[in-house]
């Protein structure tokens, strides 16, 4: 019981429990690693083994323990691309085999473009879901925004999608939620690093019709955030 609430502890402490859960269930965390202390405590006060009794087959349950430090959750967060594509919208496709624009998007004209919108953390999914359901409030508006560079399986390197990684309940529900981004430049990143992307709101063309991207203007490697899910 004590090895499982350490690690109980040092998940909450790190914040890599948030890779796995939820964090509405922290306070519950938080109560279950202090009942597991206080029942190891009290288990081994009473029943504190001689040598003699001691079965080393008990060390089965220090794996939890060694598991710390063979799994890597972002190892799981990288291949959900790959496993279950990157959600556009609530209402659009995922983009399973990439998509191909038709045409190179062209910047509009500086005269056009207006306002700025910095997409915070908790904005992000709101965000995606509006430039594709009402495109006409984005529309020419320029964007600040950061997430994971995935490159979209198109054969164009000049585009890529901008994602974070939304949790609902825990990593068995985890999707990609992004936006497609586009850029001359892009072939030059790398692929599941942090970026921050300054870019204009504007309309792509692909085979099967018109999809809002954000042409890019600037784009920087950034840390990645103590907080990496967005959550509901």
Not at 25 to 30: A, E, K, S
Not at 43 to 70: C, G, M, Q
Not at 213 to 229: C, D, G, R, S
Request: glycine letters at 6%; one cysteine or more; hydrophobic letters at 45%.
């Amino acid at each position: 019981m004590f090895s499982y609430a350490s690690i109980v502890v040092y998940m909450l402490y790190t914040g890599r429990i948030n890779y796995y859960l939820h964090s509405r269930f922290n306070p519950f965390l938080y109560l279950a690693a202090f009942l597991l202390f206080v029942f190891s405590v009290f288990t081994l006060s009473y029943n504190a083994p001689d040598k003699e009794s001691v079965r080393w087959h008990y060390a089965i349950l220090l794996l939890p323990l060694a598991s710390l430090f063979f799994f890597s959750p972002e190892s799981a967060q990288n291949n959900l691309a790959a496993v279950r594509g990157i959600q556009v919208s609530s209402s659009q496709a995922l983009f399973e085999d990439g998509l191909e624009l038709t045409q190179s998007p062209m910047m509009p004209s500086v005269e056009s473009v207006g306002g700025v919108i910095n997409v915070s953390d908790d904005g992000f999914r709101d965000f995606v879901d509006g430039i594709y359901a009402e495109y006409y409030r984005f529309s020419n508006k320029r964007v600040r925004i950061s997430g994971i560079l995935y490159k979209v399986a198109s054969g164009d390197d000049n585009q890529a999608v901008l994602a974070r990684p939304y949790i609902w309940c825990c990593l068995a529900d985890a999707r990609l939620v992004g936006v497609l981004v586009y850029s001359h430049n892009l072939s030059s990143l790398t692929e599941f690093n942090w970026y921050e992307v300054n870019g204009v709101v504007i309309l792509g063309e692909t085979p099967s019709g018109s999809i809002p991207l954000i042409y890019v203007q600037n784009i920087t490697a950034i840390e990645t955030p103590h907080v990496k899910y967005i959550n509901p």
